[in-house]
């Protein structure tokens, strides 16, 4: 099982040059049953991502490219008359897959981005009053451009909570974007990938997670964290319970990942950007977006012993 | 989270309202007993009105209605106590001001004001009724009181009933060692002035006068009259004649105690032989004098041996009262002659009685010598068939000669009184002395209980150089009453305590309720002796036989010393100042970065213990395993969770601190 | 120890003892710890008790007497532990105008046990009183009015508990080295033209100078510190996000606001120039703020409004706000 996961990882990295570390969160979001947000530029290879991902676990895949004219039953799905039998029958939409990649997500309305959001959050969807489960697992890789690009709709904050995770993939080192010159298209390589886990593994590795071992000593330090951002004056609004549950969560499968069976401060400290940043606001610009420096504040100054 | 604004003028919370409605109840349910009818409805009124104030149904009383209130409390208090000070009325009195203020408690300062009355109410409970049940009850009082107290302070805390009675009863018990400490060592004063006492309702007893059928009725009586210990072995129980007074005076009828016998004569005695020593916890009796065996001696102050060796106190004893006594069962008792003895103990009516003087005279005639007569006389009683009997039949006029020629059953006191009559009509001088015999001895406690039952009666006579001789003619008729008691002298006419059904006295043949009556005896007596009892003189003997000395500089050694320690034990226990330290492990890692710190590698705030050793594990190549061993004992510890011995965690440091080059101070590097 | 003589020889001993921190655990050193006026009432009615267990000789009325003085003993403790262990920090507070309530933010943190009806302000102000729970946080917001512009530091702070039985308080006096900014009080009135704006004299009066003063030049995405006066709501409910009307800020024509250009008592003049610079930030208008040393702007938006009324709250005022005066 180790072997494997660590030859998983290996492959999406074949795939992805030079983003071992993000290779790795996308991984532990997965892990922790949580659903991702990537925040790039466009071809950064936040498709590719997704893609290898969902090859190398073996998951069905659909993407879903969002449009200020997409509808929410674009996402869902849609009854249609059947001449045949003279009955509606239902497609389904691109949603009922096991991995989606909701491409360029803040381009859509609003009314789009919460159909996919309630889908995510509630493991199902209810169509024309039927209500519908989501395939297990269910993992959504959102990707959105950057706010400060023109023309999109920004996801709001308690839109933004249901993610457990944020990253941004950013430029390739030097080397990395000389063997990607180089090499062959990476989108060739797809294809070619083996699924290295079967449905069954993979759930037995995300009930294996929540094992790993969380003592006081450590709740301790996340409780500071979190109580940090509540009282802190430059922090815009603190972290909620559900925030600091991630935490805990996505520390959890860093450590796993990472073949530990207990959880470490500086698990904690590695997944913290990924999994607040997009949860806190500075008080001085509450309407900015990011807390990178507010991460960073919480990296240095809250006692992690 | 509330901010609230804190005053004493502020509305009281719902919570402390309902305990004050508690404790006030806890507080006047000792009163119930000896409260008029009227304060007890006043107290259902009041509460009743202030809960409808607290439900909106009703409102504070107005300024009217306070003063109209109050003067009718007064007016209640003058009718039924027939004035307004002293004790009983002021009582009354207090606890209808602790009645009536309920009803206008609205600030928390009123509040106050009743929790500080219910205090004192408390105490004047004390005044009335000291038994150990009582005490502990009051224990609930206090608790509900302080709990009130509790409940005015404005945290949510005090909104949780549970907790707040906790914590109240915590701080009684944490309490506890301390008042014990006051209790013993704090200085006790006699009276600063003259307070009025609590007023003795009809107390069952001895009186000064009596009819034969007097103390047939005290011996149906359950209730106690006294306690005794001895300091030596207990004597038996036929020689432990309890005197209270002497009745000299005999009217035909009556026998009571002379007029001469208040004078305060000496009485000239010589202690002859063994003195027993003892000591007594009387029952309050409402008469002045006290109970000892023959010839006693006792310090307690103000307490004199009278002319004919009764003692007697300064004033009537009111509440239990605790005594130390001497007794010579073997002194010479007035041994010279004195006109004033002739006129008392001879006296006797003009007339009456005919034969029993004509038979005194035959007697008189055929015994020259005194004690021979009184032998005839016992002899007489022990031949003759005399029946000792609780139910003797009426007697008309000259009572004495029918009981002695015609019906000849009778009880202690016709025997005694019949054959001080003989005696006297004689020429013998003698008189009847009045008090109790026997008792009920209480194996678990060694001491003696005496109750009303064993109250009795017998004669005195006079020799010339031999002094008063003490002899009880009932012991020639019965025997079982001296030497076993009452209850088995009359047990064919099942006559013990027949008005009494609810005595446990009368229940004595079944086993275990006697042990359980007996262990319940003891323990009110112990309650009696060693807390009602400590007052200056107990204290003082107490202290001396713990220390072997006993002043001032003592007690406060004692109050100061003691009471430190016991302070530090519960602030010790409350503030737990061992809790403050981190844990263990987090000191051996904090010793871990001073090491480090004096080689220059100080871990930042938000270093996590690993990246931290990590980069020390780089600056100090060559103690890398070193520190990485520390840091695995740690981290299992710490977050594997895998318990371990601090001292597997302190070696690992010692090992890295062994591989380090000694530095003292902070390098720079 | 309102205003005694022995208040400055007070004030040092308690600096000392308890020195100003923007934390400060409450320890044995920290707390006081007396009788209340309560506790008064209570010993005299134990001395009356003590009394008729004297004079009555009743030893459950010494006893009852004993245990509710040693209640008031351990009260002591009791009282102390609810006080210690306490940890207060400074949450700071936003600047305000003079006239106006200084809010304070005070965070009372507990480290172990749970604290009762903690009572905290600036006496004679009446205090506020609050719970702490075990391990837990407790915040309040104290306010004391701003009188004059500049660094505002609030006094010592007086934490103080009767928990359990109210018979003692337990106080300590902190300072938490708290400091807020208090702005000039706003006044309106007219500008000069001199102080209005720069030297083309336009004849303008002052109240239209916000209108219309600058070229529109188009839209550009909105980025936080944007006014919010000038976004541009109908493209935002078409659909086409937020977006900011973008005006051109023509040099010459910036409005500028002179100290030196006003007459009047240096207090006035400032409240006058604090009204502007409100105004024109309401506005969305681009200004420059001139006071003898200082020069800000031109430019917009709350970056800059900020630094303006700082320099306006402090301009002749510098105290540090880590010094005491």
């Not at chain 3, 604290?115 to 075990?134: F, R, T, Y």
């Not at chain 3, 900014?181 to 004849?203: I, K, N, S, T």
């Not at chain 3, 078409?238 to 900011?244: C, D, I, N």
Request: charged share 20%.
């Amino acid at each position: 099982m180790r072997t494997k996961l660590d030859a998983c990882l290996q492959m999406v990295n074949g795939v992805l040059l030079g983003k071992e570390h993000q290779v790795r969160l996308a991984m532990t979001c997965l892990l922790a049953r949580g659903h991702l947000l990537i925040e790039d530029l466009p071809g950064m290879g936040k498709t590719t991502l997704s893609h290898a991902l969902a090859k190398a676990l073996g998951l069905s895949f659909q993407r879903i490219q969002f449009t200020s004219d997409l509808l929410p039953g674009d996402i869902l799905g849609t009854s249609v008359f059947d001449k045949d039998s003279g009955q509606f029958a239902f497609h389904p939409g691109p949603i009922f897959a096991e991995l989606v990649l909701a491409d360029e997500i803040n381009r859509a309305t609003p009314k789009s981005q919460s159909a996919l959001l309630e889908a995510m959050e509630e493991g199902q969807v209810t169509i024309e009053g039927a209500t519908r489960p989501l395939p297990d697992p269910f993992f959504v890789i959102a990707t959105q451009n950057p706010v400060t690009q023109g023309g999109t709709f920004a996801l709001p904050e308690s839109q933004l909570d249901r993610f457990l995770m944020r990253l941004s993939l950013g430029y390739p080192a030097k080397g990395a974007e000389k063997a990607l010159l180089l090499g062959e298209a990476r989108r060739d390589l797809l294809p070619r990938l083996e699924p290295v886990f079967d449905h069954a593994e993979l759930a037995k590795l995300q009930e294996l997670v929540p094992q790993v071992r969380a003592s006081d000593a450590l709740v301790d330090y996340v409780l500071r964290l979190v109580e940090a951002t509540r009282s802190q004056p430059q922090f815009a609004w603190g972290l909620s319970p559900r925030a600091s549950l991630a935490l805990l969560a996505a520390a959890r499968a860093w450590a796993f990942l990472a073949d530990r069976e207990y959880v470490i401060p500086e698990d904690v400290q590695a997944v913290l950007p990924a999994v607040v940043g997009h949860r806190l606001r500075e008080r001085a610009d509450p309407s900015g977006h990011g807390g990178g420096a507010l991460v960073r504040w919480l990296l240095t100054e809250v006692a992690a012993v | 989270m509330s901010t609230r604004r804190s005053s004493v003028a502020q509305p009281i919370p719902r919570v402390a309202l309902t305990w004050l409605l508690i404790a006030q109840a806890l507080v006047m349910v000792p009163h119930l007993f000896h409260l008029p009818a009227w304060t007890i409805a006043l107290w259902l009124v009041c509460a009743l009105w202030r809960i409808q104030i607290y439900r909106m149904r009703a409102g504070y009383p107005n300024a009217l209605a306070k003063v109209v209130l109050m003067a009718g409390a007064a007016a209640g208090v003058w009718f039924s106590r027939g004035s307004l000070i002293g004790l009983d009325a002021g009582s009354v009195l207090l606890i209808s001001a602790f009645v009536l203020k309920l009803v206008e408690t609205r600030s928390r300062r009123d509040a106050l004001v009743l929790v500080f009355l219910g205090f004192f109410v408390v105490v004047t409970g004390y005044l009335f009724d000291d038994s150990m049940l009582l005490a502990l009850f009051t224990l609930l009082s206090v608790s509900a009181l302080l709990a009130s107290l509790i409940g005015l302070q404005q945290s949510a805390f005090a909104e949780r009933p549970w907790p707040t009675l906790r914590l109240a009863g915590g701080m009684l018990a944490q309490a506890l060692p301390l008042m014990l400490l006051l209790f013993v060592f704090f200085p006790r004063l006699g009276p600063l002035w003259s307070l009025p006492q609590p007023a003795g309702g009809a107390v069952t007893g001895l009186s000064d006068n009596i009819e034969p059928g007097d103390i047939a009725e005290l011996s149906q009586s359950g209730e106690l009259a006294f306690r005794a210990s001895f300091d030596g072995p207990m004597p038996p129980r036929s020689q432990l004649y309890w005197r209270a007074l002497t009745l000299e005076r005999f009217d035909g009828r009556r026998w009571s105690q002379s007029s001469v016998a208040q004078y305060p004569i000496e009485p000239q005695w010589q202690k002859r032989g063994e003195a027993l020593r003892y000591n007594v916890i009387m029952q309050p009796s409402s008469r002045p004098w006290l109970f000892a065996l023959d010839t006693g001696e006792t310090s307690l102050e103000r307490t004199r041996l009278m002319s004919d060796f009764r003692l007697e106190r300064y004033r009537p004893v009111d509440k239990s009262l605790f005594y130390q006594v001497t007794s010579w069962p073997d002194a010479v008792r007035e041994p010279e002659d004195s006109p004033l003895l002739q006129r008392r103990a001879l006296q006797l009516p003009e007339q009456g009685e005919p034969r029993a003087r004509a038979w005194a005279a035959d007697l008189k005639r055929r015994y020259a010598d005194p004690q021979a007569l009184v032998q005839a006389l016992l002899q007489h009683f022990n031949r003759e068939p005399y029946v000792y009997t609780l139910k003797p039949p009426p007697t008309g006029v000259d009572g004495i000669d029918a009981f002695l020629f015609d019906t000849r059953r009778g009880f202690c006191a016709h025997y005694a009184g019949a054959m001080t009559f003989v005696l006297r009509a004689a020429g013998i001088p003698a008189r009847v002395v009045a008090g109790y015999q026997g008792g009920e001895v209480n194996p678990a406690g060694n001491y003696i209980s005496v109750h009303q039952f064993d109250a009795h009666a017998w004669v005195e006579y006079w020799l010339p150089e031999r002094g008063w001789v003490s002899v009880d003619p009932t012991f020639q008729v019965a025997p079982t009453r001296i030497e076993q008691g009452l209850e088995e002298a009359v047990a064919g006419e099942r006559s013990f305590l027949q008005g009494s059904l609810f005595s446990a006295l009368r229940y004595r043949s079944i086993g275990w309720m006697n042990q359980l009556r007996l262990s319940w005896d003891n323990l009110n007596y112990g309650w009696q002796r060693w807390v009602l009892a400590y007052q200056g003189e107990e204290q003082a003997n107490l202290l001396q036989r713990w220390f072997g000395a006993f002043d001032t500089r003592l007690l406060l050694i004692a109050l100061v010393g003691g009471g430190g320690l016991i302070l530090s034990g519960v602030a010790l226990g409350l503030l737990k100042p061992w809790r403050r330290e981190r844990d263990p492990q987090q000191r051996v890692f904090l010793g871990f970065e001073r090491l480090l710190a004096r080689h220059g590698l100080r871990r930042a705030r938000g270093e996590g213990p690993r990246a931290f050793a990590e980069r020390a594990a780089t600056a100090l190549p060559q103690q890398a395993e070193s520190i990485r061993a520390f840091l695995r004992v740690y981290e299992a510890q710490r977050y594997a969770g895998r318990p371990g011995a601090v001292g597997e965690l302190r070696q690992a440091l010692t090992g890295l601190r062994r591989r380090l080059p000694w530095r003292f101070t902070r390098s720079t590097r | 120890m309102a205003d005694t003589p022995l208040r400055p020889r007070w004030d040092r001993w308690l600096a000392k003892r308890i020195p100003a921190a923007q934390r400060v655990r409450l320890d044995q050193r920290r707390i006081f710890i007396v009788p209340s006026r309560v506790g008064a009432a209570f010993g005299v009615s134990l001395l009356l008790m003590l009394l008729a267990g004297i004079n009555y000789q009743n030893s459950l009325a010494y006893g009852l007497t004993f245990l509710l003085a040693s209640v008031g003993i351990v009260a002591i403790l009791h009282t102390y532990r609810n006080l210690a262990g306490l940890v207060l920090k400074a949450g700071g507070g936003g600047a305000v105008f003079v006239g106006e309530q200084a809010r304070f933010k005070v965070l009372l943190e507990s480290s172990g046990r749970a604290h009762q009806a903690i009572a905290i302000g600036w006496p004679p102000a009446e205090l506020q009183s609050l719970d702490v729970p075990a391990l837990g946080l407790g915040e309040c917001e104290l306010s004391q009015p701003a009188l004059r512009r500049g660094w505002l530091r609030p006094g010592r702070l007086k934490v103080e508990s009767r928990f359990p039985l109210g018979i003692l308080v337990a106080w300590s006096w902190v300072d938490l080295d708290q400091a807020l900014l208090v702005y000039p009080r706003p006044l309106p009135g007219d500008l000069p033209l001199a102080a209005g704006r720069g030297d083309d004299g336009e004849e303008s009066g002052s109240h239209q100078l916000g209108q219309g003063a600058d070229d529109y030049q188009g839209l550009k995405t909105y980025q936080p510190g944007d006014s919010k006066q000038r976004l541009h709501w109908k493209a935002y409910s078409r659909g086409h996000g937020l977006l900011v009307k973008e005006f051109a800020a023509l040099s010459g024509r910036d409005l500028h606001l002179d100290l030196d250009a006003l007459e009047g008592d240096l207090e006035s003049r400032l409240s006058l120039l604090c009204h502007w610079v409100l105004q024109f930030c309401n506005e969305g208008q681009a200004f420059a703020l001139h006071l003898p040393g200082v020069q800000l702007g031109p430019d917009s938006g709350e970056t800059h409004r900020e630094a303006c009324l700082r320099a306006l709250a402090l301009y002749a005022n510098e105290q540090r706000p880590g010094n005491r005066p």
